[in-house]
């Protein structure tokens, strides 16, 4: 079965520091990968996504991430964080085959930038 | 329009009685997918369509739920003797595309209260 996992739930960062945000996913063919952010009250807005090419891809907000294929990983990074990535991010999953089903959530990673 | 528009904003319900949630894509989209989040944790997939007619509904709980996407009409999720455990937040999600090129645009949710 088709699942996404994201390591981390909680991460508590200081303004300016790194992040990593882990993502794996598990699925049968090829795959297409995405990250979405939620800021506060607001709903889902899309970071970057992955169809296929150059594995390291640049989104919106400074954010970039690097499928590994030999890792089935999608890990979402950002080189300074700063107080308004403050949201929850949430990696996805869809396999590219035809049709139109739905994409496959991770649990979401709620982070914390402290100013 | 240009952004994925879903009402109610929020919505409660007694137990046993019935809710209905309305979602319009954006102007041009051909596919409609709906989502349940549950306590902010991962989004499962309801239902898909293409249009008026139903894609793929595997994660439809089809005892209760049903959904509709007619023609010149917003589309609707109904939930028929709401239950508890049908206190999420529902989210409609549009795409241009199909599968293989599926970039999805979510609305801002419906939250819905089971009482």
């Known amino acids: 079965a088709q699942s996404v996992s994201q390591h981390n739930h909680h991460v508590i960062l200081s303004e300016a520091a790194s992040l990593e945000l882990g993502c794996n996913y598990s699925?049968?063919?090829?795959?297409?990968l995405f990250w979405y952010v939620q800021y506060p009250g607001q709903h889902l807005q899309l970071l970057l996504k992955y169809f296929s090419g150059d594995p390291l891809v640049k989104g919106i907000k400074g954010f970039e991430a690097e499928f590994i294929k030999s890792k089935f990983s999608f890990n979402l990074r950002k080189p300074s964080v700063q107080w308004s990535d403050t949201a929850e991010y949430f990696c996805?999953?869809?396999?590219?085959?035809?049709?139109?089903?739905?994409?496959?959530f991770g649990k979401g990673t709620h982070l914390i930038i402290q100013p | 329009g240009e952004e994925v528009a879903q009402t109610p904003k929020h919505l409660v319900r007694g137990e046993g009685q019935k809710a209905k949630l309305y979602c319009a894509p954006i102007k041009g989209h051909s596919y409609v997918f709906w989502y349940q989040q549950v306590l902010k944790n991962e989004f499962k997939f309801l239902i898909s369509?293409?249009?008026?007619?139903?894609?793929?509904e595997t994660g439809m709980p089809k005892e209760r739920f049903s959904a509709k996407c007619l023609p010149n009409s917003p589309c609707s999720l109904e939930i028929q003797a709401t239950k508890l455990e049908d206190s999420a937040v529902y989210f409609c999600a549009s795409s241009q595309a199909p599968r293989a090129y599926n970039e999805q645009f979510f609305g801002p949710g419906t939250r819905l209260t089971v009482l």
């Open positions: 996805a999953a869809h396999g590219s085959g035809g049709g139109a089903d739905g994409l496959t």
């Open positions: 699925y049968g063919g090829t795959v297409n």
């Open positions: 369509f293409q249009n008026e007619n139903v894609f793929d």
